[in-house]
T-cell receptor, first 118, second 117 residues
Framework: AQKITQTQPGMFVQEKEAVTLDCTYDTSDQSYGLFWYKQPSSGEMIFLIYQGSYDEQNATEGRYSLNFQKARKSANLVISASQLGDSAMYFCAMREGGIYNQGGKLIFGQGTELSVKP | KAGVTQTPRYLIKTRGQQVTLSCSPISGHRSVSWYQQTPGQGLQFLFEYFSETQRNKGNFPGRFSGRQFSNSRSEMNVSTLELGDSALYLC????????????????FGSGTQLSVL
């Protein structure tokens, strides 16, 4: 069973508008971490934001925020005030386990390609 | 501070050959992980090395192997290349100053694009 599901293969957004990228996950662990990464055409994966399963508040990092709904097992990324440079692939990822977590092993979704229109 | 460096950037090989990819992590980072990225399968975890020991392994055949040196630099090797091995191979490093924290970020390199003909 797929553990990270990103249902939007591609999305368009107008420059300066906000956009939400969806991510749902599946795990039986009580302790886990959720990440969002951006991959521009250069190939490098760039860390955007992190949410821990026990974090009570939604994570925010500048223009990025994470809409974390634990009961629904969703961790949607919200990008406010989109910029042309935001055009890229976006990946949701999960690290399972708490103190005995999986270290460098992240489980990735299939990604969403975001295009920002001027 | 230099980021994660992967060499070479592009590589073309033929079926049956073997290939070695190199990864230099961020200075001070002790964990190095490798991922394979293809359009069909997405990003898949290959293996992770920490202090020169393989700590975790994904579901890949034994043709895929790796190692880590005392300076944390890592190499991965693919023997007897198959067409399906064509992919972007990404290396990621993490600091792990306080053990395996759940929020430990992975820092990725730009990858090696391998084409098998």
């Amino acid at each position: 069973a797929q553990k990270i599901t990103q249902t939007q293969p591609g999305m368009f957004v107008q420059e300066k508008e906000a956009v939400t990228l969806d991510c749902t996950y599946d795990t039986s662990d009580q302790s886990y971490g959720l990440f969002w990464y951006k991959q521009p055409s250069s190939g490098e994966m760039i860390f955007l934001i992190y949410q821990g399963s026990y974090d009570e508040q939604n994570a925010t990092e500048g223009r990025y925020s994470l809409n974390f709904q634990k009961a629904r097992k969703s961790a949607n990324l919200v990008i406010s005030a989109s910029q042309l440079g935001d055009s890229a692939m976006y990946f949701c990822a999960m690290r399972e386990g708490g103190i005995y977590n999986q270290g460098g092993k992240l489980i990735f979704g299939q990604g969403t390609e975001l295009s920002v229109k001027p | 501070k230099a980021g994660v460096t992967q060499t070479p950037r592009y590589l073309i090989k033929t079926r049956g050959q073997q290939v070695t990819l190199s990864c230099s992590p961020i200075s001070g980072h002790r964990s190095v992980s490798w991922y394979q990225q293809t359009p069909g399968q997405g990003l898949q975890f290959l293996f992770e090395y920490f202090s020169e020991t393989q700590r975790n392994k994904g579901n890949f055949p034994g043709r895929f192997s790796g190692r880590q040196f005392s300076n944390s630099r890592s190499e991965m090797n693919v023997s007897t290349l198959e067409l399906g091995d064509s992919a972007l191979y990404l290396c990621a490093s993490s600091l792990e100053l306080q053990g395996r924290l759940a929020n430990e970020k992975l820092f990725f390199g730009s990858g090696t694009q391998l084409s098998v003909l």
